[in-house]
């Protein structure tokens, strides 16, 4: 299966900045990423769709503003946290779907954010 | 809306099948049917889909009940490494269509 990588696999900041998660795809190009956000003990609730070189589309509920996505190349995506608050730490984890479209999403290993 | 439903959780003995129950009642004729699986502390990984017939694969089988109102997961000898969180999904298999997440079950594995 695809590889995909995020950067950082954990981090702990204060509350008021801002942080930036990668997430990278290794072996393939994609052109639609998806953001999901997982709090303790419960599901993946999806956060955003964006497709390569175009803005992203937020689900409902979800600030666009507070969790800027860059999606600027095929193998590359960030979301930045900004003005993080504690109830912004959570699991967050990206996936891909490749190229040619598949049947399978491929989800990176998760980046744990904790608001302090 | 996951619009699946599946047991919150289920314990296996070691070395044994695992079947994994899945309902999705309200499933139209183009829905798929996907199996993912979560480990403690990482992402999701695809296990496996399909839309009517019953699929194998190196990982598992999945079992589609003819009028497609049910499924089953079944690992065929599990092992310790298999415990983890199972997450069944219906959707449309266009490729770019976003999955949600159920709470799925989660599968503890007994040595």
Known sequence: GAVVSQHPSWVICKSGTSVKIECRSLDFQATTMFWYRQFPKQSLMLMATSNEGSKATYEQGVEKDKFLINHASLTLSTLTVTSAHPEDSSFYICSYMGLPQTYEQYFGPGTRLTVT | ?111
């Open chain 2, 1 to 111: 809306d996951a619009k699946t439903t599946q047991p919150n959780s289920m314990e296996s003995n070691e070395e044994e099948p695992v079947h994994l129950p899945c309902n999705h009642s309200t499933i139209s004729g183009t829905d798929y049917i996907h199996w993912y699986r979560q480990l403690p502390s990482q992402g999701p990984e695809y296990v496996i889909h399909g839309l009517t017939s019953n699929v194998n694969n190196r990982m598992a089988s999945l079992a589609i009940a003819e009028d497609r109102k049910s499924s089953t997961l079944i690992l065929h000898r599990a092992t310790l490494r298999d415990a983890a969180v199972y997450y069944c999904i219906r959707n449309v298999n266009f490729g770019n269509e976003k999955l949600t997440f159920g709470t799925g079950t989660r599968l503890t594995i007994i040595p």
